[in-house]
């Protein structure tokens, strides 16, 4: 079974504008990561968030969590056509297993 | 550093055949995963190594689908007999373990049962 829930399915902006992620799950987690994934190919870890952070930046990506809503949201800023892909959360609630989302398919048009 | 590698790209077959994909991992790498990936789904484990042991197969379909860890390095997936639910794109991904579990992703193998 899927834990993570990506919000909103599908995204189209265009570049240069802001890009939000939703990811919603339900059990406790040690940490929750955001992939990204082109079309065809394998997926990418981006970012890494701890339980006990609430915040993380990197880059152009901004990442928050709220364990007492078991929420988490990816911003990507100022997006570039190349950002086009499927971006996934990935909850790690027990040793060295992610469960991941069915994922956010974002399009940068340019 | 190389990445981790998977064969074949693609595969095409029948129902009831068998198939056979292959993955070797980052070097050092103790933790290796097999995924199955349904088009606009996420990853869903299939099976989860420690060097050359099992660490968690609880959602493979051990009727048909087996796993293993050659020495601790290579590792290959079998589906025998495949069935047209099992068209998907098979991941194979590596990790050192530990606290953050940071997981590297080959580019994947996709697979169409006719």
């Known amino acids: 079974s899927q834990q993570g829930e990506e919000d909103p399915q599908a995204l189209s902006i265009q570049e240069g504008e802001n890009a939000t992620m939703n990811c919603s799950y339900k059990t406790s987690i040690n940490n929750l990561q955001w992939y990204r994934q082109n079309s065809g190919r394998g997926l990418v870890h981006l970012i890494l968030?701890?339980?006990?952070?609430r915040e993380k930046h990197s880059g152009r990506l901004r990442v928050t969590l709220d364990t007492s809503k078991k929420s988490s949201s990816l911003l990507i800023t100022a997006s570039r056509a190349a950002d086009t892909a499927s971006y996934f959360c990935a909850t790690d609630a027990r040793g060295n297993k992610l469960v991941f989302g069915a994922g956010t398919i974002l399009r940068v048009k340019s | 550093e190389a990445g981790v590698a998977q064969s074949p790209r693609y595969k095409i077959i029948e129902k009831r055949q068998s198939v056979a994909f292959w993955c070797n991992p980052i070097?050092?790498?103790?933790?290796l995963y097999w995924y199955q990936q349904i088009l606009g789904q996420g990853p869903k484990l299939l099976i989860q190594?420690?060097?050359?042991?099992?660490?968690?197969d609880s959602q493979l379909p051990k009727d048909r689908f087996s796993a293993e860890r050659l020495k601790g390095v290579d590792s290959t997936l079998k589906i025998q007999p495949a069935k047209l639910e099992d068209s998907a794109v098979y991941l194979c991904?590596?990790?050192?373990?530990?606290?953050?579990?940071?997981?590297?992703f080959g580019a994947g193998t996709r697979l169409s049962v006719l």
């Open positions: 070097s050092g790498h103790a933790t």
């Open positions: 991904a590596s990790s050192l373990g530990g606290a953050k579990n940071i997981q590297y």
């Open positions: 968030i701890r339980s006990n952070e």
């Open positions: 190594f420690q060097n050359n042991g099992v660490v968690d």
